[in-house]
């Protein structure tokens, strides 16, 4: 059984860094790709980052440069490392675990498990 569970959301004031959390059972990396998705209120879900199984990654134009997604295979634990960040990166982050082939899409819809959410608040 897949189970996720994100942590390190907060409020931070605009151009300052935030790193988050996401706790996996074991064994998932085995046998899903990860990754990290948003969700600003009256918006549809955005794909972030996502992670191969070689750890190669695919990125949102919105977050590329500023956003990165690492992986301690010894710890199980996924991580979402966000530098300056911005008012427009307010939302709730959520890890997900996918075996589609096509995890470079970024597609929420191919994303078959998903944490219950940590929240980033970002003021001016």
């Known amino acids: 059984q897949v189970q996720l569970e994100e942590s390190g959301g907060g409020s931070v004031q605009s151009g300052e860094s935030l790193r988050l959390s996401c706790k996996v059972s074991?064994?998932?990396?085995?046998?899903?790709?990860m990754g990290w998705f948003r969700q600003a209120p009256g918006k549809e879900r955005e794909g972030v980052i996502a992670i191969g199984s070689n750890g190669s990654t695919s990125t949102s134009d919105s977050v590329k440069g500023r956003f990165t997604a690492s992986q301690d295979n010894a710890k199980n634990t996924l991580y979402l490392q966000m530098n300056s960040l911005k008012p427009e990166d307010t939302a709730m982050y959520y890890c997900?675990?996918?075996?589609?082939?096509?995890?470079?899409?970024?597609?929420?819809?191919?994303?078959?498990?998903w944490g219950q959410g940590t929240r980033v608040t970002v003021s001016s």
């Open positions: 997900a675990a996918t075996s589609s082939l096509k995890w470079y899409l970024r597609r929420d819809a191919d994303f078959n498990y």
């Open positions: 074991t064994d998932t990396y085995k046998t899903y790709r």
